[in-house]
Nanobody
Framework: QVQLVESGGGLVQAGDSLRLSCAAS????????MAWFRQAPGKERENVAA????????AYADSVKGRFTISRDNAKNTVYLQMNSLKPEDTAVYYC??????????????????WGQGTQVTVSS
């Protein structure tokens, strides 16, 4: 089992920045690819960003490319999502997920076995 706990969400204005953190415990963190998903009311869960176990490979949704950056610190068992130039359409619950998928280009939520409880991000216009 892997336990994931997100933090860093909040209410910000359009154009502001936020950094989300996801702390992992349980099995060896560096064995897992990690991803951030988000889900807005009435919408499907969306893979926002993913990072390989080594941190070498990353993948982003087109909607966040150039604004969001995913990173990880395997020594601290933590994955981050730096979100800049936030827009109202970024408003959602953000979830951290862990999986053993072969490629972070595989964006389906089905590839991820473990999930955090989510943290709310609200961007006002």
């Amino acid at each position: 089992q892997v336990q994931l706990v997100e933090s860093g969400g909040g209410l910000v204005q359009a154009g502001d920045s936020l950094r989300l953190s996801c702390a992992a415990s349980g099995r060896t963190f560096s064995n897992y690819a990690m991803a951030w998903f988000r889900q807005a009311p009435g919408k499907e869960r969306e893979n926002v960003a993913a990072i390989s176990w080594s941190g070498v490979s990353t993948a982003y949704a087109d909607s966040v490319k150039g604004r969001f950056t995913i990173s990880r610190d395997n020594a601290k068992n933590t994955v981050y999502l730096q979100m800049n130039s936030l827009k109202p359409e970024d408003t959602a619950v953000y979830y951290c997920a862990a999986g053993t998928l072969a490629s972070v280009s595989s964006r389906s939520a089905k590839n991820y076995n473990y999930w955090g409880q989510g943290t709310q991000v609200t961007v006002s216009s």
